[in-house]
T-cell receptor, first 115, second 114 residues
């Protein structure tokens, strides 16, 4: 198993540009999450999904959109990039069954800079 | 609402010394507690977790944590630090509700000197 994979690893955007951060997991997990990590702030939840076709907002969803058409993929869309979206983005997934104490598996992250 | 507070954004120890990273939580329901470690330029890796039962939890790489309900704490310890322990450590909490995500503390960076 490759686990949770994210692409790209690095990206520089200009203000107002759009892009999609890709996340794929091959563990057949129902639950998937997008977090952003800012220095000294820990990780904040952007969006999450409990299964294909079902998504919900997290703590900091403004400026982002998600979709979940398959179990494997959970892309994060930035429509109009702003400097405040400069961050490291992590995708995570959790095993099927929904037990909240099951381990979340994290991808390696995407480092995004908006200039 | 749930929250996590990690005391000390940066902890420095000598190799072989005790490691103590502090975590306090706030939760209106019985919490599930986690410690994750992040090595430079990598994703997060689970160190250990507390769900129910034994309050002293052992994890990977010689780390352990004790859940103390009366003190609302879940401090992470390791008897003897190794250079390879240098990383950022995150305490997190979640509640017993399907789909809920982790709520993270702000993290503590551990430095180990020789």
């Amino acid at each position: 198993n490759a686990g949770v994979t994210q692409t790209p690893k690095f990206r520089i955007l200009k203000i107002g540009q759009s892009m999609t951060l890709q996340c794929t997991q091959d563990m057949n997990h129902n639950y998937m999450y997008w977090y952003r990590q800012d220095p000294g702030m820990g990780l904040k939840l952007i969006y999450y999904s409990v299964g294909a076709g079902i998504t919900d907002k997290g703590e900091v969803p403004n400026g982002y959109n998600v979709s979940r058409s398959t179990t494997e993929d959970f892309p994060l869309r930035l429509e109009l990039a702003a400097p405040s979206q400069t961050s490291v983005y992590f995708c995570a997934s959790r095993p099927t069954g929904g037990s909240p104490y099951n381990e979340q598996f994290f991808g390696p992250g995407t480092r995004l800079t908006v200039l | 609402a749930q929250s996590v507070t990690q005391l000390g954004s940066h902890v420095s120890v000598s190799e072989g010394a005790l490691v103590l990273l502090r975590c306090n939580y706030s939760s209106s329901v019985p919490p599930y507690l986690f410690w994750y470690v992040q090595y430079p330029n990598q994703g997060l890796q689970l160190l250990l977790k507390y769900t129910t039962g034994a309050t002293l939890v052992k994890g990977i790489n010689g780390f352990e944590a004790e859940f103390k309900k009366s003190e609302t704490s879940f401090h992470l310890t390791k008897p003897s630090a190794h250079m390879s322990d240098a990383a950022e450590y995150f305490c997190a909490v979640t509640k017993n509700q399907a789909g809920t995500a982790l709520i993270f503390g702000k993290g503590t960076t551990l430095s180990v000197s020789s």
